[in-house]
């Protein structure tokens, strides 16, 4: 069976951290761009970051650039999501996705082949 499972979202304050964790299991992250989304009340789903095939290249929307990392780590199958400075606006659930095509082309469409359940991330102000 096919899953992305997340985990590491919780309730933070304002200037924390969290770290999120994708872990896919029933296929290999090899073939895939992955990317993390996430949905605000009242809002619509956006794409945070992604990042390519085997980890060679990493995107990032421009209200998280040089706060939050993406990494890959093929060992275990997992990709990361580090997130520092968190601001409320942050706050929302965090979805993982992976697909075979781009980042540009799944971030703008929200179409990928595989979808995790979402975790809650609450920044408190």
């Known amino acids: 069976e096919v899953q992305l499972v997340e985990s590491g979202g919780g309730l933070v304050q304002a200037g924390g951290s969290l770290r999120l964790s994708c872990a896919a299991s029933?296929?290999?992250?090899?073939?895939?761009?992955i990317g993390w989304f996430r949905q605000a009340p009242g809002k619509e789903r956006e794409g945070v970051s992604g990042i390519s095939r085997s980890g060679g290249n990493r995107y990032y929307a421009d209200s998280v650039r040089g706060r939050f990392t993406i990494s890959w780590d093929n060992a275990k199958n997992t990709v990361y999501l580090q997130m520092n400075k968190l601001n409320p606006e942050d706050t929302g659930v965090y979805y993982c996705?992976?697909?075979?095509?781009?980042?540009?082309?799944?971030?703008?469409?929200?179409?990928?082949?595989?979808w995790g359940q979402g975790i809650q991330v609450t920044v408190s102000s």
């Open positions: 996705a992976a697909d075979r095509s781009t980042w540009y082309y799944f971030s703008n469409t929200g179409i990928a082949a595989y």
């Open positions: 029933g296929f290999t992250f090899d073939d895939y761009t």
